[in-house]
């Protein structure tokens, strides 16, 4: 026997992301840009979370670079918008390369393609609630180890039909 010792043991999300949530907030010409380092899954969570904070009514687009289609809804029922971030969770955890943003006069929240949660906002309701969801707040957050270009998105025809029925079910025209 060669090694005498028995490896530590790893887990895949150990070697691909931290379980750690943190959140760097900065304020540029006069908004409130919050960037958010999270697993994917718990930035697709937060998305659907934080969404319930938003007014009742909402705007919502959603660029699909997989697809090279971009849709736009105005005055949208923020239930329906929120189920329809619910819906799309499995199909965006698995292929990713769709960014998809809700937003009123006030506040956005988007999912970037690398399902990243940016905040961009007049306020800074955002850092309370984020710490709330028991998020640190650091200077920076770390950089991805990895990264694809937005024209490397190709494939993926569940999510393509997913984000079609989507742009549908919520009314969304083409831009």
Sequence with gaps: MLFRHDPPA???ADRFGSNEAVFSSAVERGLHVVRVG???ERSLELLHTLAEQLPPVVDCAIDCLRSRRRFVGEGLSLPEVRETIARLKVPLLASGGVELAVYTAEDQLVL????????????DRWVYLLVGEELEQVDDVPPRGWTVGRDEFSGAP????AIEKTAERLTLRAV
């Design 112 to 123: 970037s393609p690398l399902l990243d949660l940016w905040i961009y906002s007049r306020t």
């Design 158 to 161: 569940e999510l393509v039909q």
């Design 10 to 12: 790893s887990r895949v």
């Design 38 to 40: 999270a697993g994917m």
